[in-house]
T-cell receptor, first 117, second 112 residues
Framework: DTGVSQNPRHKITKRGQNVTFRCDPI?????LYWYRQTLGQGPEFLTY????????KSRLLSDRFSAERPKGSFSTLEIQRTEQGDSAMYLC???????????????FGPGTRLTVT | GQNIDQPTEMTATEGAIVQINCTYQ??????LFWYQQHAGEAPTFLSY????GLEEKGRFSSFLSRSKGYSYLLLKELQMKDSASYLC?????????????FGTGTRLLVSP
């Protein structure tokens, strides 16, 4: 499978615990994005990497959230001291930098569904 | 900021044609995207419009009017598998293509 993969697919945690999600983008893609989606809503942008550099973070991303992409390949998203409001689907997407048609399409992974109890 | 509006839900019959509208307000604009999302699955790219006019891809077409802040997705010869949410998104002008701002999605139910 050469698509975007995310692990785990589901995570149930108790309020106050820390969780970490992993995203493996399409191998030649140098851009990586994290989005959050709640039921009945469209995805909301969280953060964006080009290679290993984190170039933008949404104001939605509080201090409890941190994302890394240490070698410009896979990325992790950590949430510390989880709250019930963090319950959502966390989507990762990747794309190829450039100016042609191939550069604007973002390929999404299946998501990690987080439930905070 | 950006604001995107699309109907919450639509129903249609197998074999029919359906048009899903999207209106947006934004201070700048780089392009408009349509994504399809089946329940519990990842969004998948359908179309991209940056210039005014109609882009056709098989059974799906997307139209854009930048002066009116308006787009639609046209689905022809509807099939049961087209039952899904259809997400309209615009690219944030401050960051080029990198940041997508999505609408809430239109849930389409296709009945036999």
């Amino acid at each position: 499978d050469t698509g975007v993969s995310q692990n785990p697919r589901h995570k149930i945690t108790k309020r106050g615990q820390n969780v970490t999600f992993r995203c493996d983008p399409i191998s030649e893609h140098n851009r990586l994005y994290w989005y959050r989606q709640t039921l009945g809503q469209g995805p909301e942008f969280l953060t964006y990497f080009q290679n290993e550099a984190q170039l933008e973070k949404s104001r939605l991303l509080s201090d409890r959230f941190s994302a890394e992409r240490p070698k410009g390949s896979f990325s992790t998203l950590e949430i510390q001291r989880t709250e019930q409001g963090d319950s959502a689907m966390y989507l990762c997407a990747s794309s190829l930098a450039g100016t042609g048609e191939s550069s604007y399409e973002q390929y999404f992974g299946p998501g990690t569904r987080l439930t905070v109890t | 900021g950006q604001n995107i509006d699309q109907p919450t839900e639509m129903t249609a019959t197998e074999g029919a044609i359906v048009q899903i509208n999207c209106t947006y307000q934004t201070s700048g604009f780089n392009g408009l995207f349509w994504y399809q999302q089946h329940a519990g699955e990842a969004p998948t790219f359908l179309s991209y419009n940056v210039l005014d006019g109609l882009e056709e891809k098989g059974r799906f077409s997307s139209f854009l009017s930048r002066s009116k802040g308006y787009s639609y997705l046209l689905l022809k010869e509807l099939q049961m598998k087209d039952s899904a949410s259809y997400l309209c998104a615009i690219s944030d002008p401050g960051t080029g293509f990198q940041k997508l701002v999505f609408g809430t999605g239109t849930r389409l139910l296709v009945s036999p």
